[in-house]
């Protein structure tokens, strides 16, 4: 089974971007979904944005208008991009796919907002 790798994130002032990576390492059948979450602390992990099978993108309502996502199939990658960041976007972000009805989770990556 394919793995996710997750790669950039960091530190940035409010008002910044960043953008975030997700390579499948390895074949990953069947996306039947893919999408970003994440986790600041004390917190359960949450939504971010989402795409199903059908194209269809749900956003947590805070991201709206600010974060987006994109994809690279010839790289099999995954973007999260991220602007206007506040400093409640601190969190430990994870993309995930679905592949056969089994979540496939990355290894998650700090982005730290300051103001």
């Known amino acids: 089974q394919g793995q996710l790798v997750q790669s950039g994130g960091g530190s940035v002032q409010t008002g910044g971007s960043l953008r975030l990576s997700c390579a499948a390492s390895?074949?990953?059948?069947?996306?039947?979904?893919m999408g970003w979450y994440r986790q600041a602390p004390g917190k359960d992990r949450e939504l971010v944005l989402h795409?199903?099978?059908?194209?269809?993108?749900r956003y947590a309502d805070s991201v709206k208008g600010r974060f987006t996502i994109s994809q690279e199939n010839g790289k099999n990658t995954l973007y999260l991009h991220m602007n206007s960041l506040k400093t409640e976007d601190t969190a430990v972000y994870y993309c995930?796919?679905?592949?056969?009805?089994?979540?496939?989770w990355g290894q998650g990556t700090q982005v730290t907002v300051s103001s």
């Open positions: 995930t796919v679905c592949s056969f009805g089994v979540d496939i």
């Open positions: 390895g074949y990953i059948p069947v996306k039947c979904g």
């Open positions: 795409i199903n099978s059908d194209g269809i993108i």
